[in-house]
């Protein structure tokens, strides 16, 4: 089994990094060999200028461009915390590209979300999200896959069709119906602490 093994697996690295995007006749795209997969986990604002922050899947074999740096122990920390509880991650990714100033610089916007990341993470316990299972439904997109639970962080009955704010498997805040989810509207009310329409 060992022989086989070592001929017919590819070895990864699990790696946090800073990545450039680079211009394609597509659109902007993480500069990265092919032989990388990858995830965004936040972007520092919106200039294509600055670097994103990725977990990459590196394989052992595959050398790393120079430019592509690995962000410091304390962020890691954070990140891998973020992955393990997804609200903490896409609610601080608000802060760090809807919320970005064009003013600020790719410090500064490192620095507000790596912030915002530990004051989500700080206050997950007081907070009121909860997991809800997404239904099969019109709405139902390819964002979200009927039967799979996804992290309800907030509910408001005002915005009709949009009253559920939901994080994507790719960390990021969207707002659908309600009868998108298996949840029952009294409980999320009181929860949320609003009054349903």
Not at 23 to 39: D, F, I, M, N
Request: net charge negative; hydrophobic share 35%; proline share 8%.
């Amino acid at each position: 089994m060992s022989a086989w093994y070592n001929k017919h697996m590819t070895f990864y690295h699990e790696k946090y990094c800073f990545v450039p995007w680079r211009q394609t006749p597509e659109g902007y795209e993480p500069a990265l060999p092919e032989e990388v997969s990858c995830k965004l986990l936040a972007d520092l604002g919106r200039n294509q200028h600055y670097d994103a922050l990725y977990v990459l899947r590196w394989p052992e074999d595959t050398p790393k461009p120079s430019e592509v740096r690995a962000v410091p122990n304390p962020l890691r920390s954070l990140l891998i915390s973020g992955r393990s509880y997804p609200p903490a991650l896409a609610l601080a990714r608000n802060v760090g590209f809807h919320e970005a100033a064009e003013e600020w610089s790719e410090a500064e916007a490192l620095e507000k979300f790596t912030n915002a990341l530990r004051a989500e993470l700080d206050k997950q316990r007081e907070r009121p999200f909860l997991l809800a299972k997404a239904l099969e439904g019109d709405s139902v997109d390819f964002y979200k896959s009927p039967g799979q639970y996804y992290w309800i962080v907030g509910y408001k009955p005002s915005r009709h069709g949009r009253e559920i704010a939901w994080v994507s498997e790719d960390f990021f805040v969207y707002q659908d119906p309600i009868t998108d989810f298996e949840i029952d509207v009294a409980w999320l009310s009181e929860r949320f602490g609003v009054a349903s329409s």
